[in-house]
């Protein structure tokens, strides 16, 4: 088992940034390919959507174009820690941002259907 949990939500006027931390417990940390998915909430979205993801030691990482420019993954291994940092926030940021581990063979292939572990989520808020 690995339990995750996320940190750093909160409310943000546009073009600000947050950044989001994951720590992890339980099995081995590095062990696992890790991302970030997020849902909106006034969206009736059946699953969290892909943000980000990051191989086992940090070296390939994978994004959705939507964030490309304004996101960046990073993993501590030694702390068993995931992060997302969010920078240039726009409104359309706005969801519950969920961190997420997989045995997936590498960061391009982590998705929502091969998540093998989920936090609980974090709220982001961006205001217009």
């Known amino acids: 088992q690995v339990q995750l949990v996320e940190s750093g939500g909160g409310l943000v006027q546009a073009g600000g940034s947050l950044r989001l931390s994951c720590a992890a417990s339980g099995r081995s940390f590095g062990g696992f390919v890790m991302g970030w998915f997020r849902k909106a909430p006034e969206k009736e979205e059946k699953e969290q959507k892909f943000v980000a993801a990051i191989s086992r030691i940090g070296g390939v990482k994978s994004y959705d174009d939507s964030v490309k420019g304004r996101f960046t993954i990073s993993r501590d291994n030694a702390k068993d820690t995931l992060y997302l940092q969010m920078n240039t926030l726009k409104p359309e940021d706005t969801a519950v941002y969920y961190c997420?581990?997989?045995?997936?063979?590498?960061?391009?292939?982590?998705?929502?259907?091969?998540?093998?572990?989920w936090g609980k989520g974090t709220l982001v808020t961006v205001s217009a």
């Open positions: 997420a581990a997989s045995r997936a063979y590498n960061a391009s292939l982590l998705s929502a259907n091969n998540v093998d572990y």
